[in-house]
């Protein structure tokens, strides 16, 4: 019996064409349940708005008030706080494209934010 070649991923397009290789250094394989728990945690499997994510979300929605962020820059503790603005805003900017791809493998919402909800009810 020959086996199938496996399907490829959500990303395996993206992936290739940003240079990233087949990794090589893994002691064990990567496999579906294995990345739900490892994106989800222990709660998640409960629950998925209970898990690891959706803190991730909330933090992330948290962090959206620019007093918050100007806080986080002035605890950087650089002289520059602009710069330090600059870096934090570009952070929470990486942390949210990385939760909308986790959500989009694991079939939770991608979206932040509520507003950027496509279906959000603007009235």
């Not at 579906?32 to 708005?49: E, K, R």
């Not at 603005?85 to 079939?107: F, P």
């Amino acid at each position: 019996m020959t086996s199938k070649p496996p399907k490829p991923g959500t990303f395996d397009s993206i992936a290739l064409g940003a240079g990233y290789a087949e990794p090589t250094h893994l002691t064990s394989p990567i496999t579906s349940l294995s990345t739900m728990f490892a994106i989800h945690g222990m709660w998640g499997a409960v629950d998925l708005d209970q898990g690891s994510l959706q803190s991730l979300r909330h933090i992330l929605r948290l962090v959206f008030d620019p007093a918050v962020r100007t806080a986080m820059a002035v605890a950087a503790g650089g002289a520059d706080h602009d710069a330090e603005r600059s870096i934090v805003d570009l952070s929470i900017a990486d942390a949210e494209a990385m939760y909308s791809r986790l959500a989009s493998l694991t079939g939770v919402s991608p979206y932040v934010h509520p507003h950027h909800e496509p279906d959000f009810a603007r009235s």
